[in-house]
């Protein structure tokens, strides 16, 4: 525990913070600043794409049910647990901390989703593609696509399910009493159920549960603002006094407020760790931007929306941030404060939509990768079984353990990823010139072919 402990301080405090912000900033700056500019056209497109899946007779994904799935994978114990750790470890600073890594964050979503559709390749139900993908026919480094695709298939399928699994157990403990192996097993069933039925039965799955479980959290969120509302000057006073105080800085609270809000932002809305690009290359687009787009819309729903509603409901109730209470259990005591009893039951069954969903989309990354490595189906079968295993495993795990795990994994996955996307990110900048170049022309439709980008023209297939 100690030597996890360690390597993860050493892999976020001087590597991962750094080349994240900088990323950010950077892609921020060469897209002039589309994660603002363009938030319109973002909600324009996700609402013609919902419901179309390309040609009659065709197995596409959609854009919407792309979304669906990266929404289904961010949106999970990070919104609910992650930010309750972030808040009781680093201070209600963390929060704005968690807003700047996704306001500036959300370019590196932009980039990575881009690229994943650009070098997108054919699949049997779908189309299929990633890092692992644009590593090896952009980047032309297929060695670090095999890196990629191991870190990625062990963060999400794995140390992320058990993740997930763990505090969905804790909640429920906490709410009904129920035993952490009988509730493990049942989503463990249930997961096995879904995720042998492929990318088509997550999709469906997710294209349901999302927009229930994102409507319905929100709403009671707004409904406490409502009922607070005289304090919430003073509680986003608190959240950015935390931030740059001279007695946090002094006690060196800046620092873990700044680590918490970064590590706890990017667990929750991913962006720039390589793991959305999975689902948005499945997207059946006329252009890569359009998935980008959307994926980036993606980032400020996670973020902005839901983690800030977790935040406020936790910073409202007057619950204690002294560490004595953690992960779940403090969002469920915050709730419990505002609404009663009902709260904590409320919080185990909104967590189990998540945390289900997350499962879900975090299966799916792995087996994308799962299949770059092989294309073995009963290896793909025993991947398959393994996940199931490991979301038991997470029910019975101590949840310090999963929370360490995840972040070495993560931090190694989105260091490679962050690499590569900087090496490639000047392909996603003229895929965006090209893309706005058409909306300025009068095409409502833009329409992209790989004679368009000369420079990739060889080593694009679908396009």
């Known amino acids: ?12 405090t001087y590597i991962l913070i750094a080349l994240l912000l900088g990323c950010a900033l950077w892609f921020t700056l060469k897209t002039r600043f589309v994660q603002f500019r363009m938030i319109g056209e973002m909600v324009r497109l996700l609402g013609d794409s919902a419901g179309t899946n390309g040609k009659p007779g065709e197995k596409h994904i959609s854009s919407f ?42 370019a590196s979503a932009f980039v990575e989703s881009t690229l994943a559709q650009l070098y997108k390749v054919k699949g049997k139900d779908s189309f299929i593609g990633g890092p692992a993908y644009y590593m090896r026919k952009g980047l032309k480094q297929p ?17 992320f399910n058990s993740v997930q699994s763990n505090t969905l157990c804790a909640a429920f403990e906490h709410a009904f009493g129920f035993d952490h192996a009988i509730v493990g097993g049942v989503i ?13 039965r997550i999709a469906k799955v997710s294209s349901i549960i999302v927009p229930i479980m994102a409507l319905g959290y929100i709403a009671l969120a707004l409904i406490i603002v409502a009922i607070n509302i ?43 760790m390589g793991s959305a690009p999975n689902v948005a290359a499945t997207a059946h687009v006329t252009h890569p931007v359009k998935q980008g787009l959307i994926q980036t819309l993606g980032v400020f729903t996670d973020t902005l929306i839901i983690c800030t509603c977790t935040a406020f409901i936790i910073l409202f109730s007057g619950a204690p941030l002294d560490g004595s209470t953690n992960g779940v259990q403090l969002t469920q005591q915050a709730l419990t404060n505002e609404i009663g009893s009902a709260g904590s039951i409320f919080v185990a069954i909104a967590l189990f939509f998540f945390a289900f969903s997350s499962i879900l989309g975090n299966y799916y990354y792995g087996e994308a990768n799962v299949r770059y490595l092989t294309r ?31 972040d070495v994994t993560m931090g190694l996955m989105a260091l490679c990823n962050l690499i590569a996307i900087s090496l490639l990110g000047k392909y996603a900048f003229k895929l965006l010139e090209d893309y706005r170049a058409q909306k300025r022309a009068g095409i409502k439709d833009p329409v992209f072919t790989k004679d368009r980008l000369k420079e990739v023209e060889n080593d694009v297939e679908c396009w």
């Open 188 to 200: 463990t069933i249930a997961t096995l159920l879904i995720i042998f039925g492929g990318v088509q």
């Open 65 to 106: 049910q792309a979304f669906a799935i990266s929404i289904a994978s961010r949106v999970g114990t990070g919104n609910l647990a992650g930010v309750a750790t972030a808040i009781a470890v680093g201070g209600p600073g963390a929060v704005f901390w968690m807003w700047v890594i996704a306001l500036f964050g959300a």
């Open 230 to 272: 005289t304090e919430l000057p003073a509680v986003i006073k608190l959240i950015v006094s935390h931030a740059f105080g001279w007695q946090q800085a002094l006690g060196g609270g800046v620092g873990i407020a700044l680590m918490q809000g970064i590590k706890r932002g990017l667990f929750s809305n991913e962006a720039g």
């Open 1 to 12: 525990m100690n030597i996890i402990n360690s390597i993860n301080d050493i892999l976020w």
């Open 376 to 406: 073995k189906k009963w290896i793909l079968n025993i991947y398959r079984i393994l996940v199931g295993g490991m979301v038991l495993f997470g029910a019975l795990a101590a949840l310090d353990v999963a929370w360490s795990l995840a």
């Open 143 to 159: 060695w670090m696509g095999t890196v990629f695709a191991i870190l990625i298939t062990i963060t999400f399928g794995f140390a």
